[in-house]
């Protein structure tokens, strides 16, 4: 397992508690941890677990997954991705069923262009899927 890179995910978490207009003390109470533990993460003086790192993904609406990358404890597949995910789950605009709808269109787009792991790009290639027929220009 790769050792966690605190420094950035610190300030990944600010910058994503930023993004959602919330206060220290608000992500904190969201999150259910302390304000000074939540400040030393974000100083990246201390390691949170996963099951720390999951409750702020969900207090702050991200993929838990973008903050086990950001900590070093997965290795990104897709670093455009995991970004467009992180930012449409942010976007304080927009409520939970539009984000939702967005990730599935981005997603069948993903899937469609043979860019997701499992994907059957030969068919994508090809336009063989009989859901997506290619236009003709």
Do not use: C
């Not at 930012?87 to 939702?100: T, Y």
């Amino acid at each position: 397992m790769a050792s966690l890179n605190v420094g950035n995910l610190g300030e990944y978490l600010r910058e994503q508690r930023r993004t959602a207009q919330l206060s220290l003390r608000q992500l904190a109470d969201a999150a259910g941890v302390s304000n000074p533990y939540l400040s030393q993460i974000e100083r990246g003086l201390r390691k949170p677990s996963a099951d720390i790192l999951q409750q702020l993904a969900k207090a702050l609406r991200i993929s838990a997954e973008t903050l086990y990358v950001q900590a070093g404890i997965l290795d990104e597949r897709s670093p455009e991705a995991a970004e467009t995910r992180s930012v449409i789950l942010a976007d304080p605009s927009l409520n939970e069923r539009q984000k939702q709808v967005l990730l599935q269109i981005y997603e069948s787009f993903r899937k469609e262009n043979g860019l997701d792991a499992g994907t059957d790009t030969d068919a994508a290639a090809d336009g063989s899927d009989a859901d997506h027929p290619q236009a003709s220009n």
